[in-house]
């Protein structure tokens, strides 16, 4: 994930997990597509969510098949 940018880390979420990713508002989706990431994380995908997220400005909530991302 070094060097990308967390939108990016969303989208691979969603291939790993066939989950769709929502934002809950403008605001979240801002905050996905300018925030970097830096490092690594060795985690299956649900853990890596959590763990890429407490990283950032974002926070999660899982409804049914969906993951949606809003602002902490």
Do not use: C, H
């Amino acid at each position: 994930i070094d060097g990308r940018k967390v939108a990016d880390f969303l989208a691979w979420f969603e291939r790993q997990t066939g989950r769709s990713v929502v934002f809950a508002d403008a605001g979240a989706e801002r905050v996905a597509r300018e925030t970097v990431l830096n490092g690594s994380i060795d985690l299956e995908p649900l853990a890596k969510l959590a763990a890429v997220l407490t990283l950032t400005d974002l926070t999660y909530m899982l409804e049914g098949n969906r993951v949606v991302i809003s602002t902490r």
